[in-house]
């Protein structure tokens, strides 16, 4: 019994190194067939020499097999719990080798064989199993199963305040821009959704409530409020108010969900009928509510390991099941830079939007696009003058998330070659 199971031991080791040698060159079926056979006869024919210490043989076949899965094995071609891009192979340069080892050395880090899978049990094992910090530092787990992100350039985005002088430049260029796009015609509003912490704070963890007091938010609303005003969208306090009736930010995500959606269109399409009164606002009980238990969020990629937690997804559906059509998309395959055009049925108001948008306009999208013959949607966070000419929309939207106020330190560089205008104002007046 014993020399049976010592030579299944053998052969299984020996196959898998076998497998992973022969799988880049057969198919895996024939590779298979192929590993099986070879491993059992070498076993049994090592077996056969009772001059040959098994142990021995058992602790060298076992060196080797993990010593070859990393090198031979099928490389990682994602990292699906880090969204990010993998090394690519470096090319080889005599006039300077190190640079190909050292890159070689990176390649090999994110992409040897069983990498996500190791990663992935390691994060379990660390955080739900033994109740410790998760592996990554790019979230948090908070109070009660709340996910948060930690990146020190995400908390500096919303909490380091701005100067005197960069509060100067924001509400210049707010302004500039703000009258720029009226001598063209256009009304131009900028609504900056809050990240989840600002709305969900009971739920950080004592240190990111201490980290983040601060908010850069608050701050550029106190200065815009004392002086000339903008058409700049506010709802923190509607979001405050609402998540006491439902939850509006998933727990596992950085986003709010439709409900969270429906609250900042509320907000904004009211300012917009300031201007054009032929629009009517929806409301909540125009919609009908359907769920799906079980969305993981973007959160838990960056916990490091596939966590167990979830959200619950609710859609707002229209009772009288008219929704936005899209008639273009470019579909790139990264969300920056995509275009969306989308045309409401029955709609015959003659307004367009153009909407600059982030990923927070991916359930604002099919509230604010009820109202208008054509709506264009661009992921991007700066201004893009040229495309907005070529729609030639009778409302510029910029959503921007909280986190990219300071895109706005800069002017295009269509506002900012148009000296002319310019000449007409002053900085020092802000």
């Given amino acids: 019994m014993v020399n049976y199971l010592k030579h299944i031991t053998l052969t299984v080791c020996l196959t898998i190194i076998c497998y992973l040698l022969s799988v880049r060159f057969l198919d895996e ?35 080797l097999l993990v010593l070859f899965i990393p090198f031979v094995g099928e490389k990682e071609t994602e990292s699906f719990l880090e969204k990010r891009a993998l090394a690519e192979f470096p090319k080889w340069r005599w006039n300077n080798v190190w640079t190909f080892f050292f890159g070689y050395q990176e390649y090999f ?15 379990n094992l660390k955080y739900e199993k033994l109740k410790t910090k ?23 985005n919303i909490s ?9 430049i924001l509400h210049y260029n707010l302004v500039v821009t703000t009258e720029w ?11 900056i959704p809050p990240v989840k912490p600002r709305i969900y704070s009971e739920y950080l963890p004592d240190y990111m409530k201490v980290r983040i007091h601060f908010s850069r938010l608050e701050q550029l609303n106190n200065y815009l409020n004392e002086r000339k005003k903008i058409n700049i969208i506010d709802y923190r306090d509607e979001l405050i108010k609402r998540k006491t009736q439902q939850q509006i930010y998933y727990k596992t995500d950085t986003h709010w969900n439709e409900y969270g959606a429906f609250v900042g269109y509320t907000k904004i399409i009211n300012e917009i009928i300031k201007d ?20 993981p969020g973007d959160l838990i ?51 367009s939007i153009f909407v600059v948008r982030d990923s927070y306009s991916e359930h604002l999208r099919k509230f604010l696009s009820s109202h208008f013959d054509k709506s264009t949607y661009v992921w991007t966070t700066d201004l893009p003058i040229q495309k907005i000419a070529k729609s030639k929309p009778d409302i510029v939207l910029h959503e921007l998330i909280e986190r990219y106020i300071h895109f706005y330190l800069k002017l295009p560089p269509e506002i900012k070659n148009d000296t002319t205008f310019l000449s007409n104002y002053n900085i020092e007046d802000y």
Avoid at 39 to 51: D, G, K, P, V
Avoid at 109 to 123: L, S, V
Avoid at 181 to 191: D, E, I, P, Q, R
């Fill in 160 to 168: 380091v305040p701005f100067t005197k002088e960069e509060l100067q």
């Fill in 301 to 351: 990629g960056m916990l490091g390991y596939n966590s167990t937690m979830s959200s619950t997804l609710y859609n707002l559906v229209r009772i009288d099941s008219l929704i936005p059509i899209l008639t273009y998309s470019s579909d790139p395959k990264q969300h920056t830079g995509k275009i969306e055009e989308w045309k409401m049925p029955n709609s015959n108001n003659g307004l």
């Fill in 134 to 156: 998760p592996l990554s530092n790019k979230a948090v787990i908070g109070k009660e199963g709340w996910l948060f992100i930690t990146g020190k350039d995400y908390l500096n």
């Fill in 29 to 63: 079926i024939y590779s298979w067939i192929i590993s099986i056979v070879v491993s059992f006869i070498i076993s049994y024919l090592i077996l056969r020499n009772n001059n040959i210490s098994f142990n021995k043989l058992f602790l060298t076949s076992s060196f």
């Fill in 276 to 295: 054009f009164k032929q629009i009517t606002p929806l409301e909540l009980k125009d919609y009908k509510e359907t769920k799906t238990d079980g969305l």
């Fill in 109 to 123: 880090d994110d992409r040897f064989t069983f990498r996500n899978d190791i990663i992935d049990f390691y994060g």
């Fill in 181 to 191: 796009f009226n001598k063209k015609g256009v009304k131009y509003y900028l609504t």
